[in-house]
């Protein structure tokens, strides 16, 4: 990690804030012995096999055809688990992330729910958000996950939804490199508003006040992130993959999108700044996964080659039906931020202070 994040603060002995923090949560986690941890998930699997006694499906997972999310499909059959696993087609999926998910629902017999975006409304949305010059335009993917398997959560009244997050490659992520409240829809609707194009948002999955409430604070799901629970070493998963599902790698943490990965590859370093593969790689450092040196000869890589970035470039103006001029405009605007516009969580904090201005009032 660098000043790439402007909030970053380093230490005498060369470590950050990040890596400080990280090592805070692994020293807890570490500190449970294995015994105790395959207790913990022995019972976490038996309470959701009782939730889900006669019914179709137990659990919920989300599917997108990345390392975490497919080993997570893996693991829970492995469990004896029953999942109904669910993927958002946003527009973008590769090929390759097609032939990945069909393999993983086939070969381990798990039924699959495909979420399909309307695009031409995905479009409008992304093409706002470009425009508004905000850092997370895949707060607009996160966003119709979150909302859609919540939804067919409470449809189908399955109690547990078991997610592909982890701490062993996910510890580190500058809170200045995304918006962290990925279901926050006032603020897409707000850069919407503003940036988009006058037809509403008839079928983009979003969240009103008091759905978001509830998620927030009273959410009847519960997520696990059930690969927190055994010893997830990334390049076994891999292999495991491979090997089980004829599954195929990508070359870069979430490239099964198209969207992702230009986002990540050319539109983050080149208008921001910021480059994910630092803070992916430093958590497999802080993990103990891989080395620092061995990080830093990664990052010496270019993140495309020149033939791969003119005809993603020329796929994604395409796609978006933006022109060349117009995209080098959009690049060149300043940076703004997501608080910038109307959010569910200024009303949130809001209220929050009311609550304790009033709660001041009465000791008074």
Known sequence: ??????????????????????????????????????????????????????????????????????????????????PLAVHIDNG?????AVKNIENIVNKLSIDLKTIVINWEEFKALQKAFLKASVVDI?????????????????????????????????????STWYYFCKYDSLNIKSIYKTFGEKNPLKSYPIFNLFEYITHRFF????????????EYVKKDAMKVLEEKLNWVDYGGKHYESKITQFYQAYILPKKFNVDKRKAHLSSLICSGQI???????????PLYSSKNLEMDKEYFLKKLELGESEFEKILSEKPRSHWNYSSYEKIIMRLAKLKKLLFWKKLK
């Open 138 to 174: 895949e707060m607009l993917s996160d966003n119709a996950i979150i909302v859609g398997l919540m939804k067919i959560a409470k449809r189908e009244k399955i109690k547990y939804f078991l997610s592909g997050t982890n701490i062993s490659a996910e510890s580190i992520m500058p």
């Open 1 to 82: 990690m660098d000043t790439s994040d402007p909030d970053i603060k380093f230490f005498e002995n060369g470590t950050c804030n990040h890596c400080r923090s990280a090592k805070i949560r692994f020293k807890q986690i570490n500190s449970i012995d294995q015994n105790t941890k395959d207790t913990k998930l022995k019972e976490i699997v038996t309470q959701i096999k009782l939730a889900g006694k006669n019914k179709k499906y137990d659990c919920l997972i989300g599917i997108s055809g990345g390392v975490d999310s497919s080993y997570l499909a893996w693991i829970t059959k492995e469990l004896g688990l029953r």
């Open 219 to 230: 959410n009847p799901i519960v997520e696990i992130p059930l690969l927190n629970y055994i």
């Open 291 to 301: 080395t620092r040196d061995h990080a830093l000869a990664v990052l010496k890589e």
């Open 92 to 96: 973008w999926n590769t090929e390759l």
